[in-house]
């Protein structure tokens, strides 16, 4: 069984930076089949994806986040982590760390963590 553990959110001020990481256990995330990525949740607004990294390790990223937000993975130490810089006081909301062993968007991917909150204040 495959188990997310988010960490690394909180509360920054606008134009702040924060990383998020991803503990993955029950599968390495160097394992070519399977796929990672990160999508969040606002109050009142639907989850949204905000990067993908696939087996390859290309990338992906939301529009609203291209060019901020920067996600990777460390094989060593088999986590995920999503670098985001620039922050906006819209980037507020709860960070999910997600995987699946088939490329699907963020938000549709089977395994998913409990979150991590990030509050960016203007």
């Known amino acids: 069984q495959v188990q997310l553990v988010e960490s690394g959110g909180g509360s920054v001020q606008a134009g702040g930076s924060l990383r998020l990481s991803c503990a993955i256990y029950g599968t390495t995330i160097g394992t070519y089949y399977m796929h990672f990525g990160w999508f969040r949740q606002a109050p009142g607004l639907e989850r949204e994806g905000v990067a993908s990294?696939?087996?390859?390790?290309?990338?992906s990223y939301a529009d609203s986040v291209k060019g901020r937000f920067f996600i990777s993975k460390d094989n060593a130490k088999n986590t995920l982590y999503l670098q985001m810089n620039s922050l906006k006081p819209e980037d507020t909301g709860m960070y999910y760390c997600a995987a699946d062993s088939s490329p699907r968007p963020p938000v549709n991917m089977r395994y998913r963590g409990q979150g991590t909150q990030v509050t960016i204040s203007s």
């Open positions: 990294i696939y087996p390859t390790s290309s990338t």
